[in-house]
């Protein structure tokens, strides 16, 4: 824990404070540390939801390059093999199987 914490008062509501002891009775830490671990976990989750779109783009971009190491078989639903049709790749299901790296044989 840092040395170098600023005090701050702040108010609740008799119900919302009653709960905030109930989380620190089941961590087994003071409300202090309840209450710093709270609003540390709302400012790390607004960080991840203003990110979110950024966050799919990089995940997307992962999942295709992994996804170009297969071959891709497509069900009944899904017959085009353009390179346009990707995004839509995850609407339907493939039968995924890869090349061997010592042979041209798909396994």
């Given at each position: 824990?840092?040395?170098?914490?600023?005090?701050?008062?702040?108010?609740?509501?008799?119900?919302?404070?009653?709960q905030?002891?109930?989380?620190?009775?089941?961590?087994?830490?003071?409300?202090?540390?309840t209450?710093?671990?709270?609003?540390?976990?709302?400012?790390?989750?607004?960080?991840?939801?203003?990110?979110a779109?950024?966050?799919?783009?990089?995940?997307?971009e992962?999942v295709?390059?992994?996804?170009?190491s297969?071959?891709?078989?497509?069900?009944?639903?899904?017959?085009?093999?353009?390179?346009?049709?990707t995004?839509?790749?995850?609407?339907?299901?493939?039968?995924?199987?890869?090349?061997?790296?010592?042979?041209?044989?798909?396994?």
């Amino acid at each position: 824990m840092s040395t170098d914490l600023r005090s701050v008062t702040v108010k609740f509501q008799r119900a919302m404070f009653e709960q905030i002891q109930v989380i620190a009775e089941k961590r087994g830490e003071t409300t202090s540390d309840t209450i710093r671990y709270l609003i540390k976990r709302g400012l790390d989750e607004r960080i991840y939801e203003e990110n979110a779109d950024l966050l799919a783009m990089i995940i997307r971009e992962q999942v295709e390059l992994v996804m170009d190491s297969y071959t891709v078989f497509p069900t009944f639903r899904n017959t085009d093999h353009s390179r346009k049709v990707t995004a839509k790749m995850f609407d339907a299901r493939v039968s995924l199987c890869r090349t061997s790296k010592n042979t041209d044989k798909v396994s």
